[in-house]
Every structure is written in structure tokens, then in C-alpha cells.
């Protein structure tokens, strides 16, 4: 069944348009306070935000629908989502809300829900709201004497700082370390800088005065450039971009080159190989993570086990197969041993113990294999449009052998958006150019017949 309201990360959209209205929030409220209202004790669920505008809105529209279902409301202000995770487990909670789009624009913003075990929710479960959000709710109100009450906590965000600092091995202090780390005017703008400091580290800090709506821009891991300059500026060690949510990082080394979560996953993994710590046969990433990652891999001994995009497949596939170790080539690094979600704050201070034990640069620390070329293009179709017509089935089988062994070919539909997107990558980039074009040409001479 086509799903109305949950995308691949929660609901999402602009803020005050269909879904991100505070009317739907409210009902969320109730719907998911109805289904986690079980068993006699007084529930509660705890809400975290970054540092969007329209937060205080839905923040406000989500306490009524909760307090309305009978549950109390622990409100922890601006905090990053691994935070919101954590702390749900940590305070026992029936629930966990983030309210934030990650790396979206401002205008955007989402919620994001979190079950008493830190993960998030399952398909199943979230197919149940929206069965709930389809119904009249009256019923499902709490009576009078059991309206829940709500209260702010921020002195919670202290408890996540305390986790993330643990995450760093005892033996590892980062004295002597020059950070530059940008906090893309978001949910960490607090807590990273400080947790860092706490570590030791000389600190230098950007992206770090939200105003509402200047969250993503220009700054943080969707526009790495601000800290690219800002590393040369101070002649940084490191640079350290986090999103708006801080569930995603990426690494900026000595020389201002970006190193993707590709990278960081690969350096992880050697090192939690190297110390026994490494769960299963290798690390689990998404179909889109390039092919020098499993090549370097297998030259290891170890296993690239693929999924489908979105982080909380990559967790899914982590949780039934006993891995540790996973991520997004966009910096979303998910270590079990320490969280249930990606953490950009915990996988940076995992890069930051490797640079210290290793004695060496951040850049002979994180480069551990070339990328192999990769190409991706979109092209937009009518909503629904199948790839099961012959000409594109043809064009695509005809692709996938002419690159054989020496490459892989992805097309899939969006997600989010009416697209199809085509990815290629091999070791030939001219090759991998010209299979792209010629199959966004197919598909697009297929969609203008339709």
C-alpha cells in the first residue's frame, strides 16, 4: 500500500504545507500516543528538535496531541538525533520524537519517531499510525485526570555529551589536536564543540549561531566549502561537518580535501578489525557506496553487504545479521556498540582515536583506497512511471554487460521526488559517462511517448 504520509526517514516536507502542518502533528501525537499507551505505568515520550524556525510550532502541536493521548512530555530543546535515541532509552520512555529535515533547506522541516528501544520505528509500526491518522481519534483522548503534563529538560543534552565523550577510548586524549568543526547552525551547535573541548582538543568552531533559518546554509556536510576554507585558515588538524540533525559527518582533512563516509567506514573498519571489535564478516552499507569501498574490502578479508538507501535499512540488515559496523557514502556512520542511529559527533571521535593512536595525518589516515569513477544523473518522469518497459528493460541489460566485471550499473526510482535515478561507476570514466547519458536518453524518449 502506497504510504501517504511516512517517507524513507519519517515524514517530511515544508514546513506549513501538507504533511508538516501543525494540525497533522497534533493528531501524530495522539495517533502514536494511542499505540505506545500500553500497561498501567505513566508514560511518557521525550521530544528533540534542531534549530528550524517552524521547531517551536510542531513542537508545540506534537505536546498537545501527546498530553492529549495521556502521556508526559520531556521537552530536551535542541539536540542532535542520536541524542533524542539515546536519551529515549536513557529515561525510559515510551517514545522518541525528533522534529527536524536533517540536511533540508529551513523551509523543510520533518518528525522523526523512535521507538523504547532507541530505533527507529518499523515500516509495520508506521503503517499502523497512518491507519490511525485516517480515523477520528475522539475515542483515543485520555480522560480529564489523565491529560499529561509537559516539561523542558535541557539539561539532558549534558547526558548525550557524557555518552559521545565515552565513545572515545580511555587511552586516546585529544590534546595536541587543532579541531575546526562546523555545525551547520543545527542540533549539535551545543553539544559538539564542547564535547570536543572537553576532550582536549583546541576547538575552533563555525556554523554555530543558529537564527531559525539559517540552518544547512552554506554550511555543515551539504556545503563542506565553509570549513574546506575555514581548516586552511586556522591550519586545523581536521575538519569536522555535521548536519543539521548531526547524524551525518563529514571529515575535511589538513589540505581541505573532503573525505566521505565511505572513507570513514573503511578506517573504521580496520581499526575495530585490528582490535577484535569488529562484528560479522565485514560492514554493512547501501547500494549507492562506491565500488573501491568493496574492492578495498575484499582485499581485507572483509564483506560489503549492500542495501537499499536509507539508513535505517542499513541498521535493519546491521540489527539481523549481527554487524557493528555501517553507513551512507553521505556520512551517515551507524556503530552499534555506542547508538541505535547514525551519529556524526561518536563516528568523528572514531576517525579522531585512529589519528591519534596512528601518529599520522588525517589525510594518510583516511585515504585508504581511490574512488572508482561514479556518475549519477536524474531524470524526472510522471509519478509512477515503471521501468519494466522493453526498450528500457533492453537498454539497461545491454549497460549491465558492457560493464561486466569492470563496474556496476544502479537505476532506481526516488524516493522523494518524481525521478528516476541512473548511476554507473567503473573503472573506464568516459565508459561510465557515456552509459548514463545513453540510458537517461532511453528513459527519457520512453517518457515523452507515455
Not at 298 to 317: A, F, M, P
Request: glycine share 10%; hydrophobic share 40%; with cysteine.
Amino acid at each position: 500500500m502506497k504510504r501517504k504520509y511516512f517517507g524513507t526517514d519519517g515524514i517530511r516536507g515544508q514546513s506549513n504545507l501538507f504533511p508538516m502542518t501543525p494540525d497533522l502533528a497534533m493528531r501524530v501525537g495522539v495517533a502514536v500516543g494511542t499505540i505506545f499507551r500500553n500497561g498501567a505505568h505513566r508514560h511518557r515520550v521525550v521530544i528533540g528538535k534542531d534549530t528550524r524556525l517552524s521547531g517551536y510550532m510542531l513542537e508545540n502541536a506534537l505536546v498537545a496531541g501527546f498530553t492529549a493521548a495521556g502521556l508526559d512530555v520531556f521537552l530536551l530543546g535542541p539536540i542532535p538525533t542520536p541524542g533524542v535515541a539515546m536519551l529515549t532509552r536513557s529515561l525510559r520512555a515510551d517514545i522518541g520524537v525528533m522534529i527536524s529535515a536533517s540536511h533540508n533547506p529551513f523551509e523543510d522541516n520533518g518528525i522523526k519517531l523512535f521507538g523504547p528501544d532507541g530505533y527507529k520505528l518499523s515500516d509495520e509500526m508506521e503503517g499502523q499510525i497512518e491507519e490511525l491518522l485516517e480515523k477520528d481519534m475522539a475515542a483515543q483522548l485520555a480522560k480529564s485526570q489523565e491529560i499529561g503534563r509537559a516539561k523542558r529538560v535541557e539539561g539532558d543534552i549534558y547526558r548525550y555529551i557524557e555518552h559521545a565523550k565515552r565513545t572515545l577510548p580511555r587511552d586516546v586524549t585529544l590534546q595536541g589536536l587543532r579541531v575546526a568543526i562546523d555545525c551547520a547552525n543545527g542540533a549539535a551547535y551545543k553539544v559538539a564543540p564542547l564535547a570536543l573541548w572537553e576532550l582536549g582538543a583546541d576547538v575552533v568552531t563555525i556554523g554555530n549561531e543558529p537564527n531559525g533559518i539559517n540552518i544547512n546554509l552554506d554550511c555543515g556536510s551539504t556545503h563542506p566549502e565553509t570549513l574546506q576554507k575555514k581548516v586552511h585558515e586556522v591550519r586545523a588538524d581536521i575538519g569536522i561537518a555535521l548536519d543539521g540533525d548531526a547524524d551525518r559527518v563529514l571529515i575535511v582533512d589538513e589540505h581541505g580535501k573532503i573525505v566521505d563516509g565511505d572513507q570513514l567506514m573503511a578506517v573504521i573498519a580496520d581499526s575495530w578489525a585490528a582490535e577484535g571489535m569488529l562484528n560479522g564478516d565485514g560492514i554493512v552499507a547501501t547500494v549507492m557506496s562506491n565500488l573501491g569501498l568493496e574492492r578495498y574490502l575484499q582485499g581485507r578479508s572483509l564483506n560489503l553487504h549492500r542495501t537499499k538507501v536509507g539508513d535505517r535499512y542499513v541498521v535493519e540488515h546491521m540489527r539481523q545479521h549481527g554487524f557493528n559496523v555501517g553507513g551512507e557514502q553521505s556520512g551517515h556512520i551507524v556503530l552499534s556498540d555506542f547508538g541505535t542511529t547514525g551519529d556524526g559527533l561518536v563516528a568523528a571521535l572514531q576517525i579522531l582515536a585512529c589519528v591519534k593512536r596512528q601518529g599520522k595525518s588525517v589525510s594518510d589516515v583516511c585515504h585508504r583506497f581511490d574512488p572508482v569513477p561514479q556518475v549519477l544523473k536524474n531524470v524526472r518522469v510522471s509519478s509512477g512511471m515503471s521501468l519494466e518497459n522493453v526498450t528500457v528493460r533492453q537498454a539497461i541489460a545491454d549497460a549491465e554487460a558492457e560493464l561486466a566485471k569492470n563496474g556496476r550499473l544502479l537505476i532506481r526510482p526516488s524516493g522523494t521526488e518524481p525521478l528516476i535515478r541512473v548511476m554507473a561507476e567503473g573503472d573506464d570514466r568516459q565508459q561510465v559517462e557515456r552509459i548514463v547519458d545513453e540510458l537517461i536518453s532511453v528513459i527519457s524518449a520512453v517518457r515523452n511517448v507515455a
